[in-house]
T-cell receptor
Framework: GQNIDQPTEMTATEGAIVQINCTYQ??????LFWYQQHAGEAPTFLSY????GLEEKGRFSSFLSRSKGYSYLLLKELQMKDSASYLC????????FGKGTTLSVSS | EAGVAQSPRYKIIEKRQSVAFWCNPI?????LYWYQQILGQGPKLLIQ????????DSQLPKDRFSAERLKGVDSTLKIQPAKLEDSAVYLC????????????FGEGSWLTVV
């Protein structure tokens, strides 16, 4: 089976850096995705990691350690518009999502 | 490029009634997914199709939910009879064939069962 854990809520201030962690257990691994979901909207793709290491894309970076079953999403120079839910999803035989981390960015 | 299309966007029904949701995936995407997302939770996979075959429907409550993708393109998800706990957003998504391909979501169909 699959199990994905991430914190329920996080808060941060504008301009700060925040790291959202995700731990997972899965039988079969074809990569890990991070999605962003604003309230009332559909999830949108942020990043994909299949090999160990850091993938950087602008203000967002994602890290993967397959041996530890661990990933994190790093958001730099936080903006108010980054307030959203961040979903960790593991690709095994199907793409399974965690419950999401609600990030609140304040001024 | 057109995205994943879903309809209706919003639906309110009484318990024990039936409802159907329609999805048209991105052109060329052979894999289609239906997810159920209850408020405050992550999306839960209900069923995954590859072309018109079912890859995974282990989480689909088959006593009341059914889904089909007859011609390998459009798909329909039906609930009959609906229960209060079926109130959720039903997200359709699609991707190219192959593990690790990014899946793209439609805007969702919001269901309220009263």
């Amino acid at each position: 089976g699959q199990n994905i854990d991430q914190p329920t809520e996080m808060t941060a201030t504008e301009g700060a850096i925040v790291q959202i962690n995700c731990t997972y257990q899965t039988s079969g691994f074809n990569g890990l995705f991070w999605y962003q979901q604003h309230a009332g909207e559909a999830p949108t793709f942020l990043s994909y990691n299949v090999l160990d290491g850091l993938e950087e894309k602008g203000r967002f970076s994602s890290f993967l350690s397959r041996s530890k079953g661990y990933s994190y999403l790093l958001l730099k120079e936080l903006q108010m518009k980054d307030s959203a839910s961040y979903l960790c999803a593991v690709a095994g035989t199907a793409l399974i999502f965690g419950k999401g981390t609600t990030l609140s960015v304040s001024s | 490029e057109a995205g994943v299309a879903q309809s209706p966007r919003y639906k309110i029904i009484e318990k024990r009634q039936s409802v159907a949701f329609w999805c048209n995936p991105i052109s060329g995407h052979a894999t289609l997914y239906w997810y159920q997302q209850i408020l405050g939770q992550g999306p839960k996979l209900l069923i995954q199709f590859q072309n018109n075959g079912v890859v995974d429907d282990s989480q689909l409550p088959k006593d009341r939910f059914s889904a089909e993708r007859l011609k390998g393109v459009d798909s329909t998800l039906k609930i009959q009879p609906a229960k209060l706990e079926d109130s959720a957003v039903y997200l359709c998504a699609s991707s190219l064939v192959g593990a690790g391909n990014t899946i793209y979501f439609g805007e969702g169909s919001w269901l309220t069962v009263v």
